[in-house]
């Protein structure tokens, strides 16, 4: 499976963003999908993640209560969509995605062990 995430930009504190992650192949469905980001400076960390049967979401304690993630089997993309942003949530971010026993189940989030797929990130850039 290859994946694009975009839907990054510049955006003000407190404003909002939708980040769409689109993948390719017709089996979509198979792969837990998680979205991970890095700051400058810092490690790669888990932001969400959707199972591959849609039925399990799961967020970082940095973006809980403020994200949501969603998937859309027909189009093969999964959006996460994130509001009252903060500055520290400046960050490239990449989705990944795997079919294997635990990539696919999220089971390994937040940490990123369990993705082998990976695409090329997108930058959100918060101003304060």
């Known amino acids: 499976v290859q994946l694009q995430a975009s839907g990054g930009g510049l955006v003000t504190a407190g404003g909002s963003l939708r980040l769409s992650c689109a993948a390719s192949g017709r089996t979509f469905s198979r792969y837990g999908i998680g979205w991970f980001r890095q700051a400058p400076g810092k490690e790669r960390d888990g932001v969400s993640c959707?199972?591959?049967?849609?039925?399990?979401?799961y967020y970082g304690n940095a973006v809980k209560g403020r994200s949501t993630i969603s998937r859309d089997d027909y189009k093969n993309t999964v959006t996460l969509q994130m509001s009252n942003l903060e500055p520290e949530d400046t960050a490239v971010y990449y989705c990944?995605?795997?079919?294997?026993?635990?990539?696919?189940?999220?089971?390994?989030?937040?940490?990123?062990?369990?993705?082998?797929?990976w695409g090329k990130g997108t930058l959100v850039t918060v101003s304060s």
């Open positions: 990944a995605a795997d079919d294997g026993v635990l990539g696919r189940g999220c089971s390994t989030f937040p940490r990123d062990s369990a993705m082998k797929h």
């Open positions: 959707v199972s591959h049967s849609g039925m399990s979401t």
